[in-house]
């Protein structure tokens, strides 16, 4: 019903189905993203007649000519020298320290190291591989199964584009054009909602199967291994309070907090005689794979926005579901079902560049405040880290383990339930997103 209603709103004909059909099916057959996205772009330029394709170099360049990008290389690339210079191991020493007195305490301290690893490297699939080399045979050690240790670091490693500073955050503001400094405020207080309940989860599910014990230390202990622990690892926690400080202070910009906290990383590697000249080639190679899957699907997803715009689809959509229903409530659901959807088959990049501008509309027509929105699309968004069939932290893990997907999927259905809980929170509670914000952006 509502594709009819939206293809006899635009008038919508084969310049764009064509395209469409075809972005699919190059999907299904494993094709890069990027090259789906340019392919269909292209397709509908040349069959709609709607821009010439001499413009088209010029809007590749234009999508990825933006210093905010900068960024997003360098968050990558310090968390790329956490590792490898031993400091994400005092994370996980200061975050077992903090949980040893609850039952389950590993599995939290898990979820903690995987919120710290967020805090620097902006990256979830980073995270994902850096704490499950470090955590999942441990956790297994500790009595839990293999899948759910699985599942709980595919769940932990979401808050890596959840918690800032966030490459999405960073995108899906150079989208819309809104500060990418306002929106890793605006998420602080999400970020750590689905912190917390991905925490919540673990000790409900681990109280249920009586997985894991502990607990059963006095105070004298707790704080004398906690102690211990911050005095062999306090240096760790330089590199996020120089980030969080720096960006939230209003001292330095998103890519200069990165550049320092490259600086200050790699320092502190060579101080501890953790990493020598010999790693930078390895290091640079690896954050450069991983930038180069992220620009060209920006880049690419220029002139299809440019398109999509022209032919009046974001317009169109909107018309067509307030056709349909003027619940602001309704719309929501829809918006964050769309938005689950589209997490489950595609990463987070091109569903930022692609449904943004078609949403965006949508969420001002029922009045929602564009902060809140886009901590709405990111915290949705970032779901379908764990759900199949395209869950990029299910493969993540599944691969540094070699455990089926489909077992680390079944037991990340507790996480999902109630991650989707604090996205309808997000999504009809304002507040949430808009608490720490200046009076101006409310």
Do not use: H
């Not at 320290?97 to 990256?123: E, P, Y």
């Not at 009586?210 to 202990?221: D, Q, V």
């Amino acid at each position: 019903m509502l594709w009819n209603t939206l293809n006899q709103t635009v008038e919508l004909g084969w310049d764009f189905y064509l395209p469409v059909i075809m972005f699919v099916g190059l999907i299904a057959l494993a094709v890069p993203v990027w090259a789906a996205i340019g392919a269909a772009a292209i397709t509908m330029l040349i069959m709609s007649g709607d821009m010439p394709l001499s413009a088209v170099g010029e809007s590749l360049f234009t999508g990825i000519d933006a210093f905010a990008l900068t960024a997003v290389p360098l968050f990558i690339l310090t968390g790329d020298v956490l590792v490898r210079t031993g400091l994400s191991r005092k994370f996980l020493d200061v975050a077992e320290a903090l949980t040893q007195f609850a039952k389950g305490g590993f599995g939290s301290a898990t979820v903690l190291v995987c919120g710290m690893f967020a805090a620097i490297s902006g990256s979830d699939a980073a995270g994902a591989a850096a704490v499950g080399r470090m955590t999942i045979d441990r956790l297994v050690e500790s009595g839990y199964p293999r899948p759910y240790a699985c599942a709980l670091v595919a769940a932990g490693a979401c808050t890596g584009i959840l918690i800032p500073p966030s490459i999405a955050y960073i995108i899906i503001g150079l989208v819309l054009g809104i500060s990418a400094s306002t929106l890793f405020l605006a998420a602080l207080i999400p970020g750590l909602c689905i912190l917390i309940s991905i925490l919540v989860t673990n000790v409900v599910m681990n109280r249920i199967n009586g997985w894991e014990g502990g607990g059963n230390i006095s105070a004298g202990e707790y704080f004398g291994n906690l102690g211990r622990s911050l005095k062999s690892g306090w240096y760790a926690f330089i590199v996020p309070g120089i980030i969080f400080y720096g960006i939230f202070s209003g001292r330095l910009t998103p890519t200069e907090a990165g550049a320092t906290a490259v600086v200050v990383t790699v320092l502190m590697g060579f101080i501890l005689r953790t990493l020598s000249l010999s790693d930078f080639p390895a290091m640079l190679v690896s954050s450069a794979k991983v930038n180069g899957v992220i620009l060209p699907i920006i880049a690419f997803s220029a002139p299809l926005a440019e398109a999509l715009a022209i032919m009046g689809v974001p317009q169109g959509f909107v018309a067509a579901v307030t056709g349909m229903t003027d619940e602001p409530w309704l719309l929501i659901l829809l918006m964050i079902g769309i938005l689950i959807a589209a997490g489950c088959v595609m990463e987070t990049t091109p569903n930022i560049v692609i449904l943004a501008p078609i949403l965006k509309p949508l969420a001002d027509n029922i009045g929602m405040n564009e902060i809140q929105f886009c901590i709405m699309m990111i915290t949705a968004l970032g779901v379908g880290f764990i759900t199949p069939p395209l869950g990029l932290n299910l493969f993540v893990v599944s691969g540094i383990t070699g455990e089926s997907i489909l077992k680390i999927a079944a037991r990340a259905v507790p996480f999902v339930l109630f991650m989707l809980l604090v996205v309808l929170l997000i999504a009809y509670l304002p507040a949430i997103s808009t608490t720490l914000l200046p009076d101006i952006y409310k």
